[in-house]
């Protein structure tokens, strides 16, 4: 037993050496603070045309999105399209209240407050984290959660 562990040591840190070597020979993709904070424009323009499908297209294959107004997480383009095939009926527009922006290589967070109008008139005030990834040529969201404010302003 102690044989096949000791073969084993050497694999793994072969192993580990390898994806380490792999990581800093990636290349990276530069954007900057503007260039991120125009990505959720982009996400807040394709709510504006009412297409699920052209919502839906701003998030990677396997994105997740943990909605603002459903319980259900949507870990699926399907699943996100549904989504939106829904929310998009109350016309919703969001606005930036407050933001935090950390970049990295080939991924960016663009974390903070929103704040959301319906056709209706009402509003919801909420958080947000979107995590874009740069993936075949392109920034997508690959995590986003909204939660709304648990505290009413005063």
């Known amino acids: 037993m102690s044989t ?11 192993a580990s ?3 380490a070597g792999a990581a800093s020979a990636q290349t990276c993709q530069t954007i900057g603070e503007k260039e991120v904070a125009s ?9 504006k045309t009412l297409d ?9 294959p396997d994105g997740v999105l943990l909605p603002t107004v459903t319980n259900e ?10 989504y939106f095939v829904k929310f998009l009926k109350s016309q919703p527009q969001g606005a930036i209240d407050k ?9 960016a967070q663009d974390v903070g407050t929103y704040t959301f109008t319906f056709k209706d008139g009402g509003k919801v005030h909420a958080r ?23 505290e009413k302003k005063g």
């Open 4 to 14: 096949v562990s000791n073969r084993l040591i050497p694999v793994v840190a072969l």
């Open 17 to 19: 050496l390898l994806a």
């Open 39 to 47: 990505l959720f424009d982009r996400w807040n323009d394709s709510l």
């Open 52 to 60: 699920p499908a052209k919502v839906t297209a701003n998030y990677a």
């Open 73 to 82: 997480p949507r870990s699926t383009p399907a699943d996100i399209q549904d």
């Open 99 to 107: 933001r935090f922006i950390k970049i990295g290589c080939n991924v």
């Open 128 to 150: 947000y984290t979107y995590v874009y990834e740069y993936t075949n040529g392109q920034w997508l969201i690959t995590n986003h959660h909204s939660s709304a404010m648990p």
